[in-house]
């Protein structure tokens, strides 16, 4: 069964380093998002991607984010510069487009847990 | 703007008790879809379940049933004969079809069967 897959697992940085996560959303799917899980906290919406561009970014996705899909298959989330409040698991997603009963469903990756020092 | 709300935060129950966990939705779009997740400790966030706005039928999987009412905007969740294996945080989430089926999540459950 095909599934979104992300790496790393876990990445433990130090402050004010670059970091980037990388998806591999399912291949037919033609809708990508990011969402982030503070521990212990809600799974929050970062940004959505359609069609090379993003449709739509939450608050917490300011200018230190940025997400790029280089080469048709992977989909990737930049932090430029990390914070100690960075510190959460990032979960991937994709959803095929919508079809004649609005699907809807996202299919979601095991998450990449980052870590800030 | 869409919202979920997951009142109880915290459950715990012995093994073979029923659990059924609150789940109330606010929307304003008439096209929706209503998600419950599993996320167990291991972390990843596992599908339990969809239902689309215009089929309130309740739905049963097993040990897992569902009770969507749009009439009071909630969708239910119950587990019959809970095992130690349910332990784990559930998520209830919306998405509506005009805020382009992004997830918004409740803030989650926590379950927790003991032996």
């Known amino acids: 069964e095909p599934e979104v897959t992300q790496t790393p697992s876990h990445q433990v940085t130090q402050m004010g380093q670059e970091v980037i996560l990388r998806c591999v959303p399912i291949s037919n799917h033609l809708y990508f998002y990011w969402y982030r899980q503070i521990l212990g906290q809600k799974v929050e919406f970062l940004v959505s991607?359609?069609?090379?561009?993003?449709?739509?970014k939450s608050e917490i996705f300011d200018d230190q984010f940025s997400v790029e899909r280089p080469d048709g298959s992977n989909f990737t989330l930049k932090i430029r510069s990390t914070k100690l409040e960075d510190s959460a698991m990032y979960f991937c997603?994709?959803?095929?487009?919508?079809?004649?009963?609005?699907?809807?469903?996202?299919?979601f990756g095991e998450g990449s847990r980052l870590t800030v020092l | 703007a869409q919202k979920v709300t997951q009142a109880q935060t915290e459950i715990s129950v012995v093994e073979k008790e029923d659990v059924t966990l609150d789940c109330v939705y606010e929307?304003?779009?008439?096209?929706?879809?209503l998600f419950w997740y599993k996320q167990p400790p291991s972390g990843e966030l596992v599908f339990l379940i969809r239902?689309?706005?215009?089929?309130?039928q309740n739905e049963i999987s097993g040990r897992y049933s569902w009770n969507f009412q749009k009439s009071t905007s909630s969708f239910n969740f119950t587990i019959t004969a809970s095992q130690v294996v349910d332990s784990a945080v559930y998520f209830c989430?919306?998405?509506?079809?005009?805020?382009?089926?992004?997830?918004?999540f409740g803030g989650g459950t926590r379950v927790l069967v003991k032996p």
């Open positions: 997603a994709s959803r095929p487009g919508t079809s004649g009963r609005m699907n809807g469903e996202l299919f």
């Open positions: 239902r689309n706005s215009f089929d309130e």
């Open positions: 991607f359609y069609n090379n561009e993003i449709s739509e």
């Open positions: 989430a919306l998405s509506e079809r005009a805020a382009g089926n992004k997830l918004t």
């Open positions: 929307t304003r779009d008439t096209t929706y879809y």
